[in-house]
């Protein structure tokens, strides 16, 4: 059964710390996206990968970076520097161009 | 500054009768639409979309309309059931912008019984 796995679904960070969500997906997909949602706000885009090893910026990757060594798999790291890191954050992919994107159950972050 | 916005937040509908969720855009390049349907806990799950060449598309109780001169859609769910009940996203395709999707901000829909 294809689809996108988010892990952990909940995590929690300590201040200074780094974490990483994983992001794996059976689909086939060419493209990889991560988002960021918090209350009342609709998704904010992060980084965004269309090829293995190669990835762009999104609107608000300032304290996130990202890796993209298998096509399957497309890891978000939340660095110290990332000041408001609790959010809801979700991992999506499809084929290229003007496909829907398909996402995973997300992961819910908070800082301790 | 939001490029597609949805103005309600949250809407109330009797079960049977027509939802109507509305959504705004202001980038004249978005080519193409897409309504997300969102539970609590989960990622959103994909509904139906549109080309910029249309101006309606139907699946089964979903129907997308969009108004291009208006830079306006809307997403049409008939009859409404509660199971419909959820959190619904506009989004829009920038294919300047390596197609990545531009989303609003929700509208709580709840179908009530």
């Known amino acids: 059964d294809g689809g996108i796995t988010q892990s952990p679904k909940y995590l929690f960070r300590k201040e200074g710390q780094n974490v990483t969500l994983s992001c794996e997906q059976n689909l086939n997909h060419d493209a990889m996206y991560w988002y960021r949602q918090d209350p009342g706000q609709g998704l904010r885009l992060i980084y965004y990968?269309?090829?293995?090893?190669?990835?762009q910026k999104g609107d608000i990757a300032e304290g996130y970076s990202v890796s993209r060594e298998k096509k399957e798999s497309f890891p978000l790291t939340v660095t110290s520097a990332q000041k408001n890191p609790t959010a809801f954050y979700l991992c999506a992919s499809n084929l290229q161009g003007n496909q829907p994107q398909h996402f995973g159950d997300g992961t819910r972050l908070s800082i301790l | 500054d939001q490029q597609v916005k949805q103005n309600s937040p949250s809407l109330s509908v009797q079960e049977g009768r027509i939802s109507i969720l509305n959504c705004d855009y202001t980038?004249?390049?978005?080519?193409?639409f897409l309504w997300y349907k969102k539970y609590p806990a989960e990622g959103p799950t994909f509904l139906i979309s549109?080309?910029?060449?249309?101006d309606k598309n139907e699946d089964g109780r979903f129907t997308v309309f969009l108004n291009k001169s208006a830079k306006h859609l809307s997403l049409h769910i008939v009859p409404s059931q509660p199971g419909d009940s959820a959190v619904y996203f506009c989004a829009a395709s920038d294919p300047t912008g390596a197609n990545n999707l531009f989303f609003g901000t929700g509208t709580r829909l709840t179908v009530i019984p």
């Open positions: 990968s269309q090829i293995v090893n190669d990835f």
């Open positions: 980038n004249s390049m978005f080519d193409y």
């Open positions: 549109i080309s910029s060449i249309k």
